[in-house]
């Protein structure tokens, strides 16, 4: 598909990411943490919280089998994308009526929304793959997600200063019923934008559970990609549910201070997540994706500094997460699609990876939650730094981020360059306009010395 309808639907999908991660942002991260904590979880819960969607990720075989039947993945990812955002009126109804939602209902209506998106996710992947050619994919989801980031930036902290003011006035629950509403109502003009967007039918072999469930397991190089996301995800959702806890609770940092992590985060992404974008288009996901795991590996690391009175890690930190992770997102979503290219098991690939990997976070969310609930108590002073338990998560998620490079090393890609090859491109471009700068500056300080 080319030509102005082509544009068209491209466009489409901007606006639709931009319109739907008003709802992503404002029910996930500090907002879901919050509202959790507001409803008295404990660090166990928000463990529970982070692992429920991993742990619903199994359902993407429900989804491959019936896009499989099916075909028809526009009307499946719109009524299953549809349902879930609106399930966030409930907390909103109990607010209203000014009592508190139960936590177990809560996390059980969680549990509904990230099985529906489960299904959506799968449905939308599939229907992308066909819709967005692979030569222009690292440039366009590089836009794509710069135009999501830069409104998740302008919402979190709008969102983060609402709170904070009726937190002030101590009324939390006024907040929340503005940001779920607000949240349902850019949901659903974002299922409008998605309406749009035509979908490429094409002549399928229909295709039984077995094969679904087992073919795509017979590739080596896929099962080498497994492996290296498997054991990233069980080693790093031990720590990944308790930054925003630490700050919010150690850090004693309002939520519109959290929020300025993000904007800060946000707008890094903004310069570089097009930037990535085109790397991965010239030189593929692989060597974008092992560099930019060597810079996220120090991260962690640098928790180990904030304190109330000194948060300057905390921004530094939010500062290389706009540069290190946008690479890392990217390359992970297009080795999905690059490996996933055969038309009738395609959905069963996304199936797959979503359920390994899935299961991988939630078993590792579930030991965080468990470890973080029993050593809530832990305070060290270790070479001159007064560290809590969660902080110890952190080193660890730091350290095996770095053992996680040895499975991405046997994974293999299609035409791709190597990492220091890369590098060398790179270093040597970034030199050049560099130098070309210093040459601009000084031929106009030589202009105004000469007048």
Do not use: C
Request: no cysteine.
């Amino acid at each position: 598909m080319k030509g102005p309808g082509f544009n068209y639907a491209l466009r489409m999908s901007i606006f639709q990411g931009v319109f739907t991660n008003v709802h992503i942002t404002l029910t996930a991260g500090m907002f879901l943490v919050g509202y959790a904590l507001y409803l008295g979880a404990t660090p166990f819960h928000i463990g529970v919280l982070a692992g429920i969607p991993a742990f619903l990720t199994g359902l993407g075989f429900v989804a491959a089998y019936l896009i499989n039947r099916v075909t028809y993945r526009k009307a499946i990812t719109m009524i299953t994308s549809g349902i879930a955002r609106l399930l966030f009126i409930i907390p909103v109804i109990f607010l209203a009526l000014g009592s508190k939602m139960p936590l177990l209902s809560f996390l059980i209506m969680i549990g509904f929304f990230n099985a529906l998106l489960v299904i959506a996710d799968n449905a939308w992947l599939s229907w992308m793959s066909d819709l967005v050619p692979q030569d222009i994919r690292g440039r366009f989801f590089g836009i794509r997600n710069t135009a999501m980031s830069l409104v998740g930036m302008v919402v979190a902290i709008s969102g983060a200063r609402l709170l904070d003011y009726f937190k002030a006035q101590n009324k939390p629950e006024i907040g929340f019923i503005i940001i779920f509403s607000a949240a349902t109502i850019f949901a659903f003009v974002g299922i409008i934008f998605l309406s749009k967007q035509p979908e490429i039918q094409s002549v399928r072999k229909k295709v039984d559970f077995k094969t679904i469930f087992l073919a795509p397991l017979k590739n080596q190089n896929f099962r080498n990609f497994l492996k290296f996301m498997a054991f990233w995800n069980l080693t790093s959702g031990i720590a990944s549910p308790f930054y925003i806890v630490f700050m919010l609770n150690h850090l004693k940092m309002p939520y519109s201070r959290v929020a300025i992590y993000s904007i800060i985060a946000g707008v890094m992404i903004l310069i570089f997540g097009p930037l990535w974008g085109r790397a991965i288009d010239r030189f593929r996901s692989k060597p974008v994706l092992f560099l930019n795991f060597l810079g996220i590996g120090f991260l962690p690391f640098l928790w180990l500094f904030p304190k109330e009175n000194f948060l300057f890690p905390v921004w530094l930190d939010a500062f290389l997460t706009g540069v290190f992770w946008p690479a890392v997102n990217l390359g992970v979503f297009n080795i999905v699609l690059s490996l996933s290219e055969n038309e009738e098991l395609k959905e069963s690939y996304f199936a797959i990876y979503s359920t390994i990997t899935g299961m991988a976070g939630f078993i590792s969310s579930l030991i965080g939650g468990y470890l973080a609930n029993l050593t809530k108590h832990l305070s060290l002073t270790v070479f001159g730094l007064h560290l809590v338990n969660y902080q110890f998560f952190f080193v660890f998620a730091g350290l095996t981020r770095f053992l996680s490079l040895i499975f991405l090393r046997r994974v293999s890609e299609a035409y791709e360059s190597s990492p220091t090859y890369m590098l060398g491109i790179m270093t040597d471009y970034a030199l050049r306009r560099l130098n070309y700068g210093k040459d601009f500056i000084l031929s106009t300080l030589r202009t105004f010395r000469r007048r």
